[in-house]
Nanobody
Framework: QVQLVESGGGTVQAGGSLTLSCVAS????????VGWYRQGPRVSRDMVATIDRGSVTEYADSVKGRFTISRDNAKSTITLQMNKLKPEDTGVYYC???????WGPGTQVTVLT
């Protein structure tokens, strides 16, 4: 059974930092292209950052230069380091495990002005 568990969300002031982590189980993690997605209050779930099996990364334009995604295959973990946070970064962040329906329950990130 696939399980993805996020942690590290919270509330910060604009300009602050947060680190999100996602631990995966029930999958061969090293073979998956994984990532983080964000859902705001009135928008669809959009890609924030992805990292493929070869650790090639991709970022949404809005977070380039501020967020860094990484993976640890030995620990089946994805990490998203978020710096210089802005109010528009607010939303529920979901870990994606690389296959249909492989999503974590989400973790709330709120950035205050």
């Amino acid at each position: 059974q696939v399980q993805l568990v996020e942690s590290g969300g919270g509330t910060v002031q604009a300009g602050g930092s947060l680190t999100l982590s996602c631990v995966a189980s029930g999958i061969v993690f090293s073979t998956r292209n994984v990532g983080w997605y964000r859902q705001g209050p009135r928008v669809s779930r959009d890609m924030v950052a992805t990292i493929d099996r070869g650790s090639v990364t991709e970022y949404a334009d809005s977070v380039k230069g501020r967020f860094t995604i990484s993976r640890d295959n030995a620990k089946s973990t994805i990490t998203l380091q978020m710096n210089k946070l802005k109010p528009e970064d607010t939303g529920v962040y979901y870990c994606y495990g690389g296959a249909l329906n492989d999503w974590g329950p989400g973790t709330q990130v709120t950035v205050l002005t």
